[in-house]
Each structure stands twice: as C-alpha cells, then as structure tokens.
C-alpha cells in the first residue's frame, strides 16, 4: 500500500513539475508579439511597460537584439537579463527570410575562363 501512494505521488509531482517547466519555456518575439502577450510572458513586465515596448518598435523599427530592449524607457538592464531567456527578435524562418532576400538582392557572379583554359 506505501508503495503505491509513493508511486502515485512521484506520478504527480512529475506532472507538476512538467507543467511548469513547459510553460516557463515559452518564448515571445519581441518585434511581433502585442502588448498582451508581453505582459503575459515575460517577468515583471505589466500593460504599461509592455504597451511601452510596442510604441518603441513602432517608433524605431524591430529590435536588432534582444539586449535593445533596455532603451526602452521603463525597462532597464536587470529586467533584460531576467527575462533573455523568455524572449527572441525573430526565429529561424526570420533569419532564412532575411538571408534569402540578402541573396536576391545580389547578382549571380559567374566565372570567366582565362585564355589559358584555367578559372
């Protein structure tokens, strides 16, 4: 009997734990999420920070890093660095995007042969 009520409690403190962890590992972008998801998300970061946030990215375009973040009035270094794991400036899709339009923005270079018959 004491082993099945220790096997039952180990079960659910797993779940527990599980749970918490699964949503301490959510991750918002920074230069697309709103001021609610914001303030959801990240620590010590309410409506008015959050809505902050949002009026900056608009002002200045989307934030290179998250560190940028700090120039935001209200937010300062401490609260970057309690919440860089809970937030990114854009995901691998956004860095192939951007690599893909720096690649169509350049032309093809193509390799002329010498009159040697060597490139």
């Known amino acids: ?31 697309t999420a709103d001021a609610q998801t914001l303030s959801r998300v990240l620590v010590n970061v309410g409506p008015a920070k959050a809505q902050a946030i949002v009026d900056y990215r608009e002002q200045n375009g989307p934030f290179k890093s998250v560190e940028e973040l700090a120039n935001v ?13 809970r937030m990114s400036v854009g995901g691998a899709a956004a860095a192939q995007g951007a690599a893909a339009s720096r690649s169509a923005a350049q032309p093809a270079q193509r390799r002329v042969a010498s009159k040697g018959g060597k490139q």
């Open 1 to 31: 009997m004491k082993t099945v009520f220790f096997s039952v409690k180990a079960l659910l403190l797993s779940l527990c734990l599980f749970a918490a962890n699964a949503f301490a590992n959510e991750v918002v972008n920074i230069n």
């Open 73 to 85: 009035r209200g937010i300062g270094l401490a609260t970057v660095e309690r919440n860089i794991d």
